[in-house]
């Protein structure tokens, strides 16, 4: 890939990296810098349009079926679309679909913030816009995570440059939602979507200042549909993959809805107004940003099996208290935990998966990666708005934060098989060179290393 070093050991010097240095690697390689530094941006505006819509929807409505609506709405292509988009980023130069995808995501963002300020807007032309942008995200996100392998091109900083993405997130995500609450209280929530709309720029730019290699692709002589079943098969029969996205599945749809509802707990519950729902969306950042900065300090993929059943049962317990409390300040630690949890479980899972697949199938697994995510989490609060119609967000809030200690619970009862089944890919990678060169072979034999 073009022009980017190569950093395929943590050493400066003949001496090993460590500290801050070794956190930030993956920001040696050029094109992960360019990518790095544009998103960081264009993220920012992409949290304040979410806060901003859901603001919006509620001040519109105050309708919390409405609100699981349009979060389904901004969700579901993903679901549908995303199989088939696995098979095209599979296909298709990645660099040049992610350049496609943003400019449509801006040109959506321009579009959502014409209508806002010209006040004619209604939650149907939010809707309509949602599934657009919905429909773009199902094949920017593989392609996305897909790309991750090629600006980094070593196994040795996938997991950082996975854990500085979730930072890059998070650290947007905290921005983001306080900029979104200041903005909305002053001039409205149009502004927050121009913005969002402009900060796009930013990530096209340094998508074009890549120095991409563009290999040859091989024809494909076989249909779409026989690529995406050979992808399902291999996901559904290969148990670490299969049990890392059944439980990303459940954590999505019984967890992630609780920011579809987060209107009602900021105005109702605690009551307050669009800063608080902002302080509160913040609060979650600033815990998802620990999450994914504890990952870049991590020297090893190995340990991050048992990471996610850890990252399930941290953010279950934490939305099951958070439905529980009714103070600003308890709200807002609590917060803390649930984007903790959410970020680690759902960058092990990404970096594992990164990890194991097999490089013909990366675009489809991580398409299956963005179904289990980004598809099970529309189903799950569009039954959240539902539930919480008639039975309240708090109550419908703690059955889901049960759903995800139960599931903690499950993926740890799959472990010990997960760890054996990995542990051939490790050696071939070199992940574990101490079984790989034959020392203390027989050590690791009656001790299944972590996955």
Excluded at 98 to 120: C, I, N, P, R, Y
């Amino acid at each position: 890939m073009g022009n980017s070093p190569q950093t395929n050991a943590p050493t400066e010097a003949g001496k090993p990296v460590a500290g801050w240095k070794f956190a930030l690697r993956a920001l040696g390689h050029r094109n992960y810098r360019l990518f790095f530094t544009g998103q960081s941006v264009s993220l920012i505006g992409t949290w304040m349009t979410r806060v901003a819509t859901a603001w919006l929807v509620y001040r519109l409505t105050h309708s919390p079926f409405l609100l699981g609506l349009v979060t389904f709405s901004g969700q579901i292509p993903a679901f549908f679309l995303g199989p088939f988009a696995g098979v095209w980023v599979d296909r298709l130069d990645r660099h040049r679909v992610l350049v496609a995808t943003q400019a449509l995501s801006m040109l959506q963002s321009f579009a959502l913030a014409a209508l806002a300020l010209t006040g004619v807007i209604n939650v149907w032309e939010i809707i309509v816009l949602a599934v657009c942008q919905g429909a773009i995200n199902a094949f920017d996100m593989p392609s996305r995570q897909a790309f991750v392998m090629e600006m980094v091109e070593s196994h040795e900083d996938l997991s950082n440059a996975i854990a500085l993405n979730s930072s890059m997130v998070n650290g947007a995500r905290m921005i983001g939602p306080s900029l979104a609450g200041i903005i909305i209280a002053a001039a409205g929530e149009g502004y927050c979507f121009l913005i969002d709309g402009f900060s796009y720029i930013a990530v096209i730019v340094s998508l074009l200042a890549m120095v991409v290699a563009r290999g040859e692709r091989k024809p494909r002589r076989i249909g779409i549909l026989h690529e995406l079943g050979e992808g399902w098969r291999y996901a559904v029969h290969f148990a670490p993959i299969r049990s890392i996205l059944l439980t990303l599945a459940l954590v999505s749809f019984a967890g992630m809805p609780y920011m579809a509802l987060m209107p009602i707990f900021a105005g109702k519950i605690l009551g307050g107004g669009p800063d608080t729902l902002g302080f509160l969306m913040a609060a979650s950042g600033v815990g998802a940003l620990a999450g994914a900065l504890t990952l870049a300090l991590r020297r090893s993929v190995v340990g991050l099996g048992r990471m996610i059943s850890i990252a399930d049962a941290t953010f279950g317990a934490a939305l099951l208290l958070f439905a529980l409390s009714r103070w600003m300040w308890l709200s807002m630690a609590l917060m803390l935990f649930t984007g903790f949890g959410m970020m680690l479980q759902m960058a092990s899972s990404n970096t594992i998966l990164q990890t194991v697949v097999e490089e013909d199938k990366r675009g489809r697994v991580m398409s299956f990666y963005a179904m289990a995510f980004m598809g099970a989490a529309p189903v799950g609060s569009l039954v959240a708005g539902i539930t919480a119609k008639y039975f309240g967000a708090p109550l419908t809030l703690g059955i889901g934060g049960s759903m995800c200690l139960a599931g903690s619970v499950w993926f740890a009862s799959r472990l010990p098989a997960i760890r054996r089944l990995v542990r051939p890919i490790y050696i071939r990678l070199g992940i574990l060179p101490e079984v790989a060169s034959g020392l203390q072979a027989a050590t690791a034999l009656q001790v299944p290393p972590e996955e």
